[in-house]
Nanobody, 124 residues
């Protein structure tokens, strides 16, 4: 049972990346997908979350990424995505996807499953 995040890389400021989050060993159908990021020596930072239904007012975004990042999940709810546009150097981090039952949370402790992280570097 695991999540796997992919799609990270090196991009210039203003560029775009699309991260993916795939589940194996379980179905994401009933799980909210959260995205976090972390730099060495810093706490893990919540970035975005999409629940199983947008009736909760979501998806949700942290203020630093609002208007630049878009979270989504595919029709079969088997994979989550984080589209990151207009990337800035301060977006540089290891990005993690995580899953928790049904609803979104900004608290990492509430997530049940975690991916291994994918590194995003924004630099010219």
């Amino acid at each position: 049972v695991q999540l796997q995040a992919s799609g990270g890389g090196l991009v210039q400021p203003g560029g775009s990346l699309r991260l993916s989050c795939a589940a194996s060993g379980f179905s994401l159908d009933y799980y909210a997908i959260g995205w976090f990021r972390q730099n060495p020596g810093k706490e893990r930072e919540w970035v975005s979350c999409i629940s199983i239904s947008n009736r909760d007012g979501g998806p949700f975004y942290a203020d630093p990424v609002k208007g630049r990042f878009t979270v989504s999940r595919d029709g079969a709810k088997a994979t989550g995505f984080l589209q990151m546009n207009n990337l800035k150097p301060e977006d540089t981090a290891v990005y993690y996807c995580a899953a928790m039952y049904v609803v979104c949370s900004r608290e990492s402790d509430e997530y049940e499953y975690w991916g291994q992280g994918t590194e995003v570097t924004v630099s010219s």
